[in-house]
Nanobody
Framework: QVQLVESGGGLVQPGGSLRLSCAASGFTFSMNYMRWYRQAPGKEREWVALISNTGGSTNYADSVKGRFTISRDNAKNTVYLQMNSLKPEDTAVYYC?????????WGLGTQVTVSS
């Protein structure tokens, strides 16, 4: 079955950096686009970034463009989210997402807290 396991979250000061990882299994990773989403307290889940199956194409929400970088390693079945210049408004639970055969799959998420 499809499994997504996020890691790398934590507490960081404003202006700091974190690198999130999402280890995937149960599907052909190299054939699927991967996405990161986030959900802040009291808000709806929002899309953050997308990467194509080969990694050759990426797209970002305006709120993170220029600060976050999505990448993937198809040999390791892992997708990453490098987050730089973090702001308090980036505080959220970050989720990895994949659509396989028209079904949406999510990990359990990893908490990112940006605070001084």
């Amino acid at each position: 079955q499809v499994q997504l396991v996020e890691s790398g979250g934590g507490l960081v000061q404003p202006g700091g950096s974190l690198r999130l990882s999402c280890a995937a299994s149960g599907f052909t990773f190299s054939m699927n686009y991967m996405r990161w989403y986030r959900q802040a307290p009291g808000k709806e889940r929002e899309w953050v970034a997308l990467i194509s199956n080969t990694g050759g194409s990426t797209n970002y929400a305006d709120s993170v463009k220029g600060r976050f970088t999505i990448s993937r390693d198809n040999a390791k079945n892992t997708v990453y989210l490098q987050m730089n210049s973090l702001k308090p408004e980036d505080t959220a639970v970050y989720y990895c997402n994949v659509v396989v055969q028209y079904a949406n799959y999510w990990g359990l998420g990893t908490q990112v807290t940006v605070s001084s």
